[in-house]
């Protein structure tokens, strides 16, 4: 069946939480060029005094709304930001990288509870998306290739996180991929049981890269990781995490995803892959090596044993293609764009 993009007229309000970070912001500044209301939710809204006059100039005041929020697992909190909004992208997640187990996993269950709960009492609200991540299906590893499908799951770090002791250097990542995977299990239970009235879909971005929409200082996780590599960084979180190497995405592309997933109404509950590239670490500092050749870039690292991990993203490039009339930006522009932004 063909995507047609008219579940939500273009007036519709979005809530948008995590608004402001690295993909969110993508979202954010998507939904405004096409024409929606966004109420963008936030922890600080004085810290985005840059993003939000930059958007309110260009888009107007009427369209655009900053929210702060203190708690995320507040159901008065959730009725604030979802009075009069059509659909919800939720971005919010605990992305501290702590070894707080149990805490961060019982705040995961509390706000997805709680958003999806009063997400349903709110009739006004049509559509959901969740934005996951690759790690909730998928953990790449030397010398084995991987076919990911949208049915396999990663749910044995649940319990490698709940048992790595405190001091283990991995414990951070582990609870963090565990924290996607009790998410997303805690919302397909909730739509599966309570069969709400909005439509239901979960994004499953890898590696995220490219130009951030967000003008206010910040880190921006895997933007940020991937930028210390290219100041050269050899020994910084974005090494980790590509050592083995997985797939990498534009945020353009994983925001274009998540709003074509959001207003599509021939289709509800699937799990899309954003995920279009393969890659190593040494492909990236040969793309900008070329691009910026007056500039010294780090020798390669020739990890060994990289895994071919291919996933199953043919729903997601159709989406991709039906909605903004073209393919996935490429590997080069997307690593060349992330650079750029530290020029």
């Known amino acids: 069946m063909s995507a047609q993009f008219n579940r939500l007229p273009k007036d519709s309000r979005i809530l948008v939480t995590g608004g402001t970070g690295l993909i969110g912001s993508s979202v954010t500044t998507l939904l405004l060029e096409k024409g929606f209301k966004v109420r963008v939710a936030t922890r600080s809204v004085s810290k985005q005094q840059a993003f939000r006059e930059t958007l309110q100039a260009k888009y107007g005041q009427d369209f655009v709304e900053f929210i702060e929020i203190d708690d995320f697992a507040s159901a008065q909190s959730w009725d604030r930001m979802l009075d009069d909004v059509q659909g919800v992208q939720h971005l919010a997640q605990d992305v501290s990288f702590t070894t707080e187990y149990e805490a961060i996993i019982s705040a995961t269950k509390a706000m997805t509870t709680t958003f999806l709960t009063s997400a349903h009492r709110h009739k006004s609200v049509k559509s959901v998306v969740l934005t996951s991540s690759r790690i909730a299906v998928y ?27 405190s001091d283990n250097p991995a414990k951070p990542m582990m609870t963090y991929a565990a924290s996607k995977v009790v998410e997303e299990r805690v919302a397909w239970d909730f739509v599966k049981e309570s069969k709400p009235h909005f439509a239901f879909t979960v994004v499953l971005p890898d590696y995220v890269a490219g130009p951030v929409a967000n003008p206010s200082p910040g880190s921006y996780s895997t933007h940020g990781w991937l930028n210390d590599v290219f100041k050269g960084d050899s ?8 050592d083995p190497a997985a797939r990498l995405v534009d945020v353009r592309d994983v925001a274009a995803i998540q709003v074509a997933a959001m207003l599509d109404e021939t289709a509800d509950h699937r799990r899309l892959f954003a995920a279009p590239h393969k890659f190593t670490i040494d492909r990236i500092l040969a793309v900008w090596r070329k691009a910026f050749p007056d500039r010294k870039i780090l020798d390669d690292f020739n990890f060994k044993d990289q895994p071919i991990v291919d996933v199953e993203d043919e729903e997601s490039t159709h989406l991709l293609e039906a909605y903004m009339g073209r393919g996935w930006l490429s590997f080069e522009e997307t690593v060349v764009a992330n650079a750029q932004d530290v020029l």
């Open 139 to 165: 953990q790449p590893e030397h010398g084995k290739d991987i076919h990911a499908t949208k049915n396999d799951w990663n749910d044995h770090f649940i319990e490698l996180a709940k048992n790595a002791k």
């Open 235 to 242: 020994s910084g979180t974005a090494i980790g995490v590509m």
